[in-house]
């Protein structure tokens, strides 16, 4: 061992005692006769002291380090006279007595500091310099918390972690999937998984029973700002039970997590249909951190002559607490947020709830005080409040009033990161139409099942079925999501002929999973988390980036070690394949 | 949920209760008025009982069971008259009251037994039925398990798990890499990782001082019976250790698992060079479960006339255990085994050491019995022992012996595979020379570092150079390795020389390891574990694949899914890449 001690470590009560510690040079601070130096290790920061006094070569050569040099140093552990509360070590330093430099270091291309001067594209590219720094390790450290708590918390279960294989079969169904060419089968290639869902659901009639992994998955995707071509998923899966043993189960482990690594107690999860939340939030994963749900004034507004409410199937409010102080700049610039193409409201109709009991709004012309008071009632708005409406097609209005509540939640700080709320959505409708071909498609996927008491809908309503489908929402975020499955054959037979597969289709895609279900699938569902953007939730992040120790950028590339790259002609002609140019 | 209670846990304490299970129809068995069947699941089987002074029709409904239909019973623990000691759930059965089929099955193409009727093709098509069989199911519970106290160990001693890339950087040097056409960056190829060693050690230069990930990892090499293209490691890495405090951390570790997965004391390990491995076993994973080393004869039987010997470079003697009795037929088999191409011994002299103190070898004619007692003692023979002699080339003699010895092991059950005999083997050579080319390789990988002491051979003799580097072996299957690696880049770029990599071809491959060692890398070490073969080890077989959920075969296809397998031109096209005929 090249150390006694890390740099985290020393206190009060190892005053005296002759020490040795390795790490880096975060900072040295000259003075006349002195010169201070921070080094720093995983576990913190311990300052050593170098005074011409005790040994002028020693000042000399401390003199000569530069930021990130690697040091050993032996030496006494003393009380500071100038102690520094903001760190666990600030009551002590080190009057150092030998010193090794380990290695130099040319100087880091940014700072390593909590706050650095690094823009994104430099941290990526020295990543390895980026991730000494205290939060970005902070964040990997808790990400290993998250896994093990996770894993502490099935395992006691009775559940069995499985790896499921990387090299599978590609199904163009779907998102796109990464492929490998395989040298020994020319021409054929592997596909890399989007979720190991078919070898769990394999693992169920297997009789594995209680199934989880903490897995890799890939999708080929266009990379939106926080997606990563590959990501991890908590993969989980359980035979012999229904939606609420599964609902109970879970719920188990995010209380377990949230209270093993946050400390916090995040309570029973509250639990809301798909149908509510569209109503209430315009949203499937709603953030319930802050109320102001949605009212429907559709009905108290028409007929006053105001043509635009006249023609809207819906008109939606909702009530700001205490914003009736709102400027005429403030309101015209959220007119202007809501006219934005990203949100497409046609414009943004206000009333204020004046301390006196009057109504002030942007419709005046159309309706009288009673009116508008009809209108603060039904949104429960008090004196002070502000009302803010939008009105249109029903699906339209509510994503726009979706949008424009989270962004009033965050401007009057209702978004705290350091709160947590957390629900399950329920009753998810099995399948969605696609808009131009009239198709329909699995919601979540094509092996979850029906709601039983819902099944006669399907010839003639299928779009009213609902599935045993569930996700759990956490701060606006959908952290997981799952489903009982159809563990029928001849039911998912039906399913497949409603989602349009022909026989040969289906069994082309599924083939194995289908024939696997011959020999006795019993009943079973699972449910799958996203586990960056679970770590991200709980380090009160908004990217997932950081939690991810080496991610690629929105070019799918890996800025550190420049990979996508080429490859020798010979590896391809060994693959079988050319590039096409 | 589906049940009260699972298969393998009723007792006696349980009679008189009304209890649910749910589980697979093992095997039912008809008498006059009674039908008995055996309900299975992954915690075991319990014994239903139909009856029809009970229930005639619940008695034709289990009639019609076929094996593996899936079914949910509720009935009332009770006695048995006839009870079976073998399983722990023997004492009891359920008189069951009512029945569900939750579903039906296939009549399985082998049956669901410890000694299955499958053979291998079969069982990996029907995979989801093989992992039924409770030996296939155990093998997967004891890798979970492994895992779990791996896992366990490395948190406790405040290692961090860290997730690293599997879309990397291809390098031609080493083994042949999978490759994943980037569509995003067209032309451009991914590689799957061949272990995350530039990671490991880049997380290292940040700081992380304790890194471990049990981490899947990839080689698009010709498989050998055992060998599979996706395989598991148990990857650790650590800063500001020396060679010692790696060794000591992981003996504990493997100590660990010893204790706890199989409840056995595996002791100290002992540490034995490359040198003495190869001088005494003629083998750099020897096993020692037993003795039987290797002793040099060379001198004692030079200039007796025998041509053989007096030619050879190295006589090599083992001495096997009361085998004097062999017959003539056993010997001359014996000497067939030695001389088939595998081995490519030229032949085998024996000596018997008789019951009466005198001795009869297959080349009297050369030696007296004078000699071959001289032989004898060298040998540390007693009266009834068989000495095996071979000779040649020492490199080759050494490795033929080896086969012998193992061989002989064998035969005389000294290679238990219910015990387990662990040792490090250290000091391996830095460089290993290619016969052809004569160029030198670095035996480990080329971040090993040299011994200091030997550093100065580095022009002189390469060859005799030793590396920080070691195994651990367990039952003469190397099943860990690593070495301390070099830190600093003078060294580093010494070693590339010697390698005979150019300074641009270093930097091409390892240009952002060597780009960060430029920014203070810590002096750090690591070791990987080959799970898959630890499991195997630990589940006494001689194959992993029976401890790999979905395995797959020699030409690297998974018979179950059918992959690899052929892509859409659609998806080629948007990966820019076409298939050569």
Redesign the interface.
């Known amino acids: 061992?090249?150390?006694s001690h890390n740099c985290g470590e020393l206190r009060m009560e190892h005053v005296g005692q002759v020490i040795t510690l390795?790490?880096?040079v975060a900072k040295r601070r000259d003075f006349g006769a002195m010169t201070f130096v921070d080094l720093?290790?995983?576990?913190g920061i311990t300052q050593l002291s170098f005074n011409e006094a005790y040994n002028q070569d020693l000042l000399n050569m401390a003199r000569g380090l530069g930021r990130?040099?690697?040091i050993?140093i032996t030496g006494t552990v003393t009380e500071r006279s100038n102690k520094n509360p903001k760190i666990p070590t600030g009551d002590v330093e080190i009057i150092v007595e030998s010193m090794n430099i380990?290695?130099?270091?040319?100087t880091?291309p940014f700072t390593i500091e909590e706050e650095t001067d690094g823009g994104d594209d430099i941290r990526m590219q020295?990543?390895?310099?980026d991730?000494?720094r205290d939060n970005v390790?902070q964040n990997?450290?808790l990400?290993?918390q998250v896994?093990?708590h996770v894993?502490q918390y099935l395992?006691h279960l009775n559940f069995?972690?499985?790896?499921?294989?990387?090299?599978?079969?590609?199904t163009?169904e779907g998102a796109?999937?990464?492929?490998?060419?395989?040298?020994?089968?020319?021409?054929?290639?592997?596909?890399?998984p989007q979720s190991p869902q078919?070898?769990k659901q394999?693992?169920m009639?297997?009789?594995?029973?209680r199934y989880y992994q903490i897995v890799?998955c890939?999708r080929?995707e266009?990379?939106r700002a926080d997606r990563q071509?590959?990501f991890?998923q908590i993969d989980c899966e359980m035979s012999?039970?229904?939606q609420e043993?599964i609902l109970n189960l879970y719920e188990g482990m995010i209380q377990h997590l949230f209270k093993e690594v946050k400390g916090v107690d995040i309570g029973t999860l509250p639990r809301m249909t798909f149908d509510e939340a569209m109503a209430n939030y315009g949203n499937d994963k709603p953030d319930i951190r802050f109320e102001m749900t949605f009212k429907y004034l559709t009905d108290l507004v028409k007929g006053k002559g105001f043509p635009v409410f006249d023609a809207a199937e819906c008109v939606l409010a909702i009530c700001a607490d205490n914003c009736a102080s709102y400027t005429r700049k403030q309101l015209d610039e959220l007119t202007e947020w809501v006219k934005r193409p990203q949100i497409g409201a046609k414009g943004l109709v206000y009333v204020f709830c004046n301390a006196d009991g009057t109504y002030k709004s942007s419709v005046d012309k159309f309706y009288s005080q009673e009116d508008l008071k009809a209108w603060a009632e039904k949104c429960g708005a008090k004196a002070g409040d502000l009302l803010l409406l939008l009105s249109g097609n029903t699906a339209q209005v509510r994503k726009q009033m979706s949008e424009l509540r989270l962004e009033m939640g965050q401007r009057l700080g209702y978004r705290d990161k350091s709160v947590f709320k957390a629900l399950w959505v329920i009753d998810f409708p099995l399948l969605e139409q696609d808009e131009e071909s009239g198709r329909w498609h699995a919601m979540h996927h094509p092996f979850t099942s029906p709601k039983p008491e819902d099944m006669d809908k399907l010839e003639t309503d299928p779009g009213a079925i609902r599935a045993n489908a569930y996700d759990m929402v956490i701060n606006g975020v959908e952290v997981g999501g799952g489903s009982i499955r159809i563990?029928?054959k001849v039911l998912q037979g039906k399913m497949f002929k409603v989602l349009g597969f022909s026989e040969d289709e289906a069994r082309y895609q599924f083939?194995?999973l289908m024939n696997?279900f011959?020999?006795?699938?019993?009943?079973h569902g699972g449910i799958a988390f996203g586990f960056d953007r679970l770590c991200s939730l709980f380090g009160g992040a908004d990217g997932i980036r950081d939690f991810?120790?080496?991610p690629?950028n929105n070019?799918?590339?890996?800025m550190?070690?420049?990979?996508?790259?080429?490859?020798?002609q010979?590896?391809l002609?060994?693959?079988?394949?050319?590039?096409?140019s």
């Not at 796109?176 to 890399?192: C, E, I, K, T």
């Not at 009639?205 to 029973?209: A, E, N, P, Q, Y």
């Open positions: 061992m090249y150390r390795a790490g880096w720093r290790d995983r576990y990130e040099f690697v050993q380990l290695n130099t270091s040319l880091p020295y990543r390895y310099l991730l000494r390790r990997l450290i990400r290993h896994a093990k894993r395992d069995i972690e499985v790896e499921t294989p990387v090299l599978i079969k590609s163009p796109r999937d990464f492929v490998v060419p395989s040298r020994m089968n020319p021409g054929q290639f592997y596909a890399l078919t070898f394999l693992l009639v297997s009789g594995f029973d890799k890939f080929d266009d990379l071509p590959e991890t012999f039970v229904e043993d563990h029928d083939g194995f696997a011959e020999y006795g699938a019993p009943p991810i120790a080496f690629k070019q799918g590339r890996d550190m070690i420049d990979a996508p790259s080429n490859l020798d010979k590896q002609d060994e693959l079988s394949i050319g590039l096409k």
